[in-house]
């Protein structure tokens, strides 16, 4: 759509504009964790070896296993939290700002359902009135995404070991999602689960954009 004057139209209260930023950042962000978490090992190893140079190599090979197993371990997680929270407060934004585009009381709080996927489908389908939902694929991938994260923000990944349903249930997640591993009671979440988790969630923020900007009739922010 072009304004009056010719200009594409954007509406600049569109939250669409911020959240690619933040996409952009955080994608580009996302390897340079991995050379981050190398340097901090070297640093660590350098370090711990001035303190052992008269000992039997025997003696302190724990600071390799720390460095290439434990640091890397006790890094990446957070970063997990991270991706999710872009997730959520994006299609919080969204939402909200098209319920106040359409003009509709109600809000998301308003609306039931199985799991926040589906309960944005509803609200989409039944107050918006959007011709668009998320497919059940999408709503598979981020429900798996959405149980790692959750295991790490409120145990940082340490699993009950009296509870052997919730091991068997993570270990059917880990064999259709990759990156991420049951090793011993803890989530072991390698480089690959974080771009894989930031592919999903921005081709799925990407695709209800892109239907907003069509219905909206913006030019592409």
């Known amino acids: 759509m072009l304004s009056k004057k010719g200009i594409p ?3 600049f209260k569109y939250p669409g504009i911020e959240i690619k930023v933040e996409l952009l ?5 996302l390897p340079q964790i991995e050379v981050g978490i190398q340097e901090a090992c070297k640093s660590y190893i350098n370090k711990e070896l001035e303190n052992h140079t ?3 190599p025997l003696e302190y090979q724990h600071i390799y296993t720390i460095a290439e197993d434990e640091m890397p371990r006790i890094i990446r997680p957070p970063f997990v939290v991270t991706i999710y929270a872009l997730f959520e407060n994006a299609i919080a934004q969204l939402i909200e700002y098209s319920r106040e585009k359409e003009c509709k009381a109600l809000t998301l709080k308003d609306i039931n359902g199985r799991s926040p996927m589906s309960k944005y489908n509803k609200y989409m389908k039944h107050v918006l009135n959007y011709d668009f939902q998320f497919s059940t ?7 798996n995404i959405a149980r790692i994260r959750n295991y790490i923000a409120h145990s940082n990944g340490n699993l009950p070991k009296q509870n052997g349903d919730i091991l068997d249930s993570l270990e059917k997640v880990c064999k259709v999602v990759k990156g991420v591993s049951v090793e011993g009671y803890t989530l072991d979440i390698n480089s690959s689960f974080l771009i894989y988790a930031m592919e999903v969630i921005e081709s799925i923020l990407r695709k209800l954009m892109a239907y907003m900007e069509e219905r909206y009739g913006f030019a592409k922010a």
């Open 137 to 143: 694929s999408d709503m598979n991938k981020i429900a």
């Open 25 to 29: 950042v955080l994608r580009n962000y």
């Open 54 to 56: 008269e000992e039997d």
């Open 9 to 11: 139209y954007i509406d």
